[in-house]
Nanobody, 120 residues
Framework: QVQLVESGGGLVQAGGSLRLSCVAS????????MGWHRQAPGQQRELVAT???????NYGDSVKGRFTISMDNAKNTAYLQMDSLKPEDPAVYYC??????????????WGQGTQVTVSS
């Protein structure tokens, strides 16, 4: 079984920075993609950033140039560095990971979510 644990959300002033972390643990054979989506109240969940094992990282249009995703493969941990936070960035940020477990079964998991709040 694979689990995801997120951390790093909180309150920050507009223009400030936060770093989110997502740790995958358990019976992980590999990780294909790992990253974040976000959902604000009354809004659909949207892509923030994903790290892909083939090196093709992907960012949502609204965060390009401000957010950076990175991966520590040895720790099965993804990081989302969020800089120049804007009043439109507040949301619950959800980590997602896809890959194969030791039984070579595909997993596609979501974390519990972490709240990001930006004060103006």
């Amino acid at each position: 079984q694979v689990q995801l644990v997120e951390s790093g959300g909180g309150l920050v002033q507009a223009g400030g920075s936060l770093r989110l972390s997502c740790v995958a643990s358990g019976s992980i054979f590999n990780i294909w993609t790992m990253g974040w989506h976000r959902q604000a109240p009354g809004q659909q969940r949207e892509l923030v950033a994903t790290f892909s094992s083939d090196g093709l990282n992907n960012y949502g249009d609204s965060v390009k140039g401000r957010f950076t995703i990175s991966m520590d493969n040895a720790k099965n941990t993804a990081y989302l560095q969020m800089d120049s936070l804007k009043p439109e960035d507040p949301a619950v940020y959800y980590c997602n990971a896809q890959g194969l477990d030791f039984g070579l079964a595909k997993y596609d998991l979501w974390g519990q979510g972490t709240q990001v709040t930006v004060s103006s």
